[in-house]
């Protein structure tokens, strides 16, 4: 029987990573798509290089990509994030596919993805699992962990899927607008229903 596999997401700030790590102590095989997409460009990969040789190398600045500097430009540029876009997203795509078509011994799968839906990875999947908080969560847990102006983290926010439409795709909502004790409860009961539901 084939294992099923549910989409996580969320908007910037979120508090996807949190939520899949929780998932991935439960012992759930879990792929976690920007962690892809930082491996697909590491110092010394090809994909690091064919990077490098597109956008130039003012944003490698020591031979490692100058993530801060690339975030801030590619939302002021729509040619610079087709660009990055173009070279990312066929390396990322090829390693989620290797990983959806191997064995696993998990009740279930989640694929975190903050583009599950703009790029129609849903469609193939089992469900998806929207993480929830307001646009002043995001703002202020934003600001504080990544150490951007409050502007930039408007301008991702701006620049990702509406709240409403992301949350109407959703087949499970996981509100992370409470304390850590709050997530952690709707996770095991959501773990516990996808576990059985297989």
């Known amino acids: 029987m084939r294992t099923p596999v549910y989409g996580l997401t ?44 597109a956008i130039g190398s003012e944003y490698f600045p020591d031979g490692h990509l100058d993530r801060v500097l690339l975030r801030s430009r590619i939302y002021e540029s729509h040619e610079l994030k087709q660009t ?22 998990s009740p279930y799968r989640i694929l975190c993805s903050p583009l599950l839906i703009e790029t129609k990875q849903h469609e ?16 202020l847990r934003g600001t504080a962990r990544d150490t951007q102006s409050r502007d930039t983290i408007q301008h991702i926010i701006d620049a990702q899927l509406p709240r409403d439409t992301r949350l109407s795709h959703a087949t499970f909502v996981i509100d992370n607008s409470g304390d850590l004790e709050s997530l952690t409860l709707q996770i095991q009961t959501l773990h516990e229903k996808l576990s059985h539901d297989r």
């Open 10 to 53: 969320g908007g910037i700030a979120s508090g996807k990573s949190t939520v899949l790590s929780q998932f991935a102590a439960l012992g759930i095989d879990t792929l976690d798509t920007d962690q892809l997409a930082r491996d697909v460009i590491a110092q010394g990969t090809p994909g690091s290089q064919e990077l490098e040789t």
């Open 84 to 105: 990055v876009e173009s070279i990312i997203h066929p390396l990322v795509r090829h390693a989620v596919n290797q990983w959806l078509n191997k064995d696993s011994a």
């Open 124 to 139: 193939s999947l089992d469900g998806v699992i929207v993480v929830d908080v307001s646009e002043g969560y995001q703002l």
